[in-house]
């Protein structure tokens, strides 16, 4: 007969890891929402809009590691995991955003694996469709990277025409 341990809650290893992706996302909101502040603020509206976009699916990311760690009867630690970089130039932020979603998508692999390891096959369920996000946001960063490398400072004058309004006619 298996003994027990009272009081431990046999998902303790769920729940750090939904933790941990609760602090790397929220880490994440914040560094995109600073990139979409930046950049709204020099007048690139799609690009600031990207990350505005793409910081809102973090939440839900936030938001979903949340609610299968309370599901799991534990508790949710509200701390993110880094500091926001204040990065002023757009290419060096598209690149640090691709590289983040690499790192999460990477890290959220290995933690796939370990759920799988502890049994808890619903919280690997999570960290999967977690990868599928971070990849796509991946995709879409290095897309920008590369119309940047590609067509130079001409890319970004455009943005800046996008966002413009026509003036009322009087």
């Not at 505005?52 to 534990?74: P, S, Y």
Request: hydrophobic share 45%.
């Amino acid at each position: 007969m298996r003994k027990q341990v009272k009081n431990q809650n046999p998902f303790e290893t769920s729940i750090k890891l939904l933790n941990a992706v609760v602090a790397d996302e929220l880490t994440a909101v914040m560094q995109y929402m600073y990139f979409h502040f930046r950049c709204d603020d020099m007048g690139y509206k799609p690009i600031a809009a990207l990350f505005r976009r793409i910081g809102i699916q973090e939440m839900m990311h936030v938001e979903w590691a949340a609610e299968r760690a309370m599901f799991l009867k534990g508790e949710v630690e509200m701390v993110p995991s880094g500091k926001v970089n204040k990065i002023h130039d757009v290419r060096e932020m598209l690149a640090k955003a691709r590289d983040m979603e690499m790192e999460a998508r990477l890290d959220y692999a290995k933690m796939a694996a370990e759920a799988t390891a502890a049994g808890d096959f619903l919280t690997k369920d999570l960290f999967e469709r977690l990868i599928a996000d971070e990849e796509s946001h991946w995709d879409q960063f290095d897309q920008q990277v590369d119309h940047i490398d590609n067509f130079g400072e001409a890319y970004l004058a455009l943005q800046s025409f996008e966002g413009e309004q026509p003036a009322a006619a009087e």
